[in-house]
């Protein structure tokens, strides 16, 4: 009995031990990353490039135990996807953690690493209008369900891309106030500005940067008359405190279209053009975006 239950097996390994090589090599898929970033910091956003060894027909990729979606450019051996690193990021090595598969079923897999690194924020202590830091009893039920409508937009991925190359500039004016920065007004600490504000005078024209669906057009307690552009796949555009709406939900717009124009409309104190971007939830610097996408580029 013993004997007729080893020869089997090493019949198989026998068999196994030849064929297996030559297979190997032509079904190896192998894949190559890189990135570009001007700082693997929280509030940047990372474009990764993966490459593959031949072109592949899906590729999975995941960091923050969020799903980051990968598409294909050219012959599909090369894909792309935006990591966005958000301000209240757990500060350490994170991997990203990339899986392509060949029409044939070959698998490559790498785990990428991202290394975070502390950033040091501004912050800036004011006495303001008691109205600013506490808000009147009745409006606390409209910011709730303000918030949970944004917070629900943000966290609801559309499966395409509607952006193409890189995202422009909205108004010509430079980025005064910083992405990041925290505030305490009166003594108590408020959330940090989760956006960029541009300097611009009241009506300039705001510029869509890329092209999307329009997916909220309306005014808000704190942000006042406010634009938020779907550019797909996670990514998020949210115009605030503008004189003038000139869109409306549904609306598909193009990179330089007009969505309205800059005021000083909700909770602030003069005109200027506060523009917040979400990549997959996180909060990320709009000024990392343009960056790390340029036109040109694709
Ligand atoms: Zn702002």
Redesign the pocket.
């Known amino acids: 009995m013993r004997v007729l239950l080893i020869l089997p097996t090493a019949f198989v390994v026998l068999i196994g031990g030849q064929a297996w090589p030559a297979a190997s090599q032509d079904a190896e898929l192998r894949v190559d990353v890189t990135h570009r970033a001007r700082s693997i910091q929280p509030g940047e956003v990372v474009r990764v490039t993966a490459t593959f060894s031949r072109p592949v027909s899906a590729v999975r990729a995941a960091v923050f135990d969020r799903t980051v979606a990968f598409q294909p450019i050219g012959d599909r051996r090369t894909w792309e996807g935006l990591v966005g690193i958000d301000l209240d990021v757990d500060v350490r090595e994170h991997a990203l953690s990339i899986a392509g598969t060949a029409p044939d079923g070959a698998t490559a897999r790498t785990q990428y690493p991202l290394p975070i690194v502390t950033k040091a924020f501004a912050t800036r202590r004011l006495t303001v209008a008691p109205e600013y830091v506490t808000p009147p009893d009745d409006v606390v039920e409209r910011i709730q369900r303000e918030a949970a409508r944004t917070t629900k937009l943000f966290n609801t991925p559309t499966p395409v891309a509607h952006w193409r190359g890189g995202f422009l500039r909205p108004v010509p004016g430079e980025a005064t106030?910083a992405f990041g920065r925290r505030s305490v007004f009166n003594g108590q600490a408020r959330s940090p500005?989760s956006?960029?504000?541009f300097r611009a005078g009241e009506g300039t024209p705001v510029q869509a940067p890329n092209s999307g669906t329009v997916v909220l057009a309306e005014d808000l307690y704190f942000s006042g008359n406010c634009v938020i552009i779907d550019h797909g796949l996670g990514l998020y555009s949210f115009f605030?405190h503008l004189s003038r709406i000139g869109v409306a939900e549904g609306d598909r717009v193009d990179p330089g279209d007009t969505i309205g124009d800059v005021g000083a409309t909700g909770r602030v104190t003069g005109p200027?053009l506060?523009w917040t971007v979400r990549l997959n939830t996180a909060r990320v610097d709009p000024l990392s975006l343009m960056a790390v996408l340029s036109d040109g580029d694709r």
């Open positions: 106030s500005h956006g960029a504000d605030a200027h506060h």
